[in-house]
């Protein structure tokens, strides 16, 4: 049986195109894969740039980035810390 395909978000650059790593709540860095470009549009835009890779191939391409690990179809995505309001 052939392993699932995810859709994975990446940045364009110059000459070709990276992933996008993101952080956990914790603050550790995280690869994202999605099930399906309708679930990554939903979290991350419609105009998210993505490919198409196998966990495998996904996790052969972050060994050794210091990422913890690759979570599937997360709920959604901070911009960063959340500003802290001075009354």
């Not at 979570?71 to 009354?87: E, R």
């Given at each position: ?25 914790s603050g550790e860095r995280t690869a ?56």
């Amino acid at each position: 049986m052939p392993e699932p395909r995810f859709f994975v978000p990446v940045r364009a650059g110059a000459y070709a195109m990276g992933l996008r790593l993101f952080r956990t709540a914790s603050g550790e860095r995280t690869a994202v894969a999605f099930s399906s470009p309708l679930k990554l549009a939903k979290v991350l835009g419609p105009q998210e740039r993505w490919v198409v890779l196998t966990v495998p191939a996904l996790r052969s391409m972050i060994a050794g980035l210091d990422v913890t690990g690759v979570v599937v179809d997360p709920a959604g995505t901070m911009n960063g810390p959340a500003a802290k309001q001075v009354a």
